[in-house]
């Protein structure tokens, strides 16, 4: 146990961790066709890369929360992270495309990276100190899913795809050796046994506060998912635009996450989490309407576009940060479970919302379905971030 850490984690270690876990999805995008022609498989075949991972993610969610309330947030990260490295390594020297797949699921390993990471800052945080921190973090944590395809993209010119698991093992080892002398334990409440952290989900399922939070949470986030899906249908059809115009212009809703994620840091110590969380959801559904008022008046043009949806990113980065620490706050003894349990109900809808936002966008609709669907997973959130307020308010009348 030499130079073992004994202390809470630094602020630059938690953004690390937070942000390899974001950038282990998207770095590779730009290398799967060459990937497609280095395995001699189809381009389906390959994606798989991307479908398969979200689906190992929203799984280890479930269980890294009652896996780090059994044996502590410090053993739980230090495994998820040696898997992370020897599945990257193993990805880079794949020769066969089943092969990677398998090592491909298990690198999903570093979402404990996040969930770990959120379960830390409450343990060591009030909430409304942990809102803050959440919101900084996920400002510095933006910037990955940003840069990460340009960096994915440049590796796979200069020494070919398999330069991006190298990377991932590195970045890995790092995580790792960093997390081993600044990560000290953070869970004083350690739960006896695995088995009664299971149990506790029905506890978690049936408290309408966490639902509420989590759910806010979900369709946050299922909106950039939506995007993410839908914008460059819409691009390519409606507005001719080239790849490299598209990459930028699908950065600007990154950067106003940023933009909403510094506003929350600065916000939230002196605000109520439910409150942050309505602002945002009205930030992103106004701005999402007066995208559909201006295309109803035949004014939306690309640049108009993409301002609507920036509202989408500031907003999340107001929402996202309150209503985070709110669903692991509603049973602080079960903070573990809580984040994993929220992070895999936002994986799943997010899945359902893209599969909904492929079958429903044509040629023909483009604009209009994807601000539609947008702005009603948006309202879904605003919703739930209500019926957070009225609960917590009617909460503290009860407490008085």
Known sequence: MLFAATTPPRFATLVLLTGLATLSLNMFLPSLPAMAEAFGTDYALVSLAIAGYLGITAFLQIIIGPLSVRYGRRPVLLAALLLFVAASTACALATDIHAFLTFRVLQGAIVSGWAVSLAVVRDTRDPQEAASVVGFISMCMAVAPMLGPMLGGLLDELFGWRANFVLYAALGAIALLLCWVDLGETNANRSPTMRRQIQNYPTLLANTRFWGYAVCS??????????????????????DMTPSTLGFFMGTITAGFMFGSFLSGRLVKRTALPTMMVLGRLVACGGLTGGLVLLAVGLLDKGLFFAATVFV????????????????????????????????????????????????????????????????????????????????????????
């Not at 899945?351 to 429903?360: E, F, I, N, P, Q």
């Open 218 to 239: 979900a369709f946050s986030t299922g909106a950039f998912y939506v995007f993410l899906a839908g914008a460059p249908l819409v691009a390519a059809v409606e507005f």
């Open 313 to 400: 990113g500031i907003g999340n980065g107001l929402t996202m940060p309150s209503s985070n620490t709110g669903a692991v706050s509603v049973r602080p003894d079960l903070a573990g479970s809580a984040s994993g349990l929220s992070g895999a109900l936002t994986v799943g809808a997010g899945a359902v919302l893209t599969t909904v936002t492929g079958l429903a966008i044509s040629t023909g609709n483009g604009v209009y379905m994807l601000l539609s669907i947008m702005l009603a997973s948006s309202a879904v959130g605003l919703a739930a971030a209500l019926f957070v307020r009225r609960a917590e308010a009617g909460l503290a009348g009860q407490a008085t």
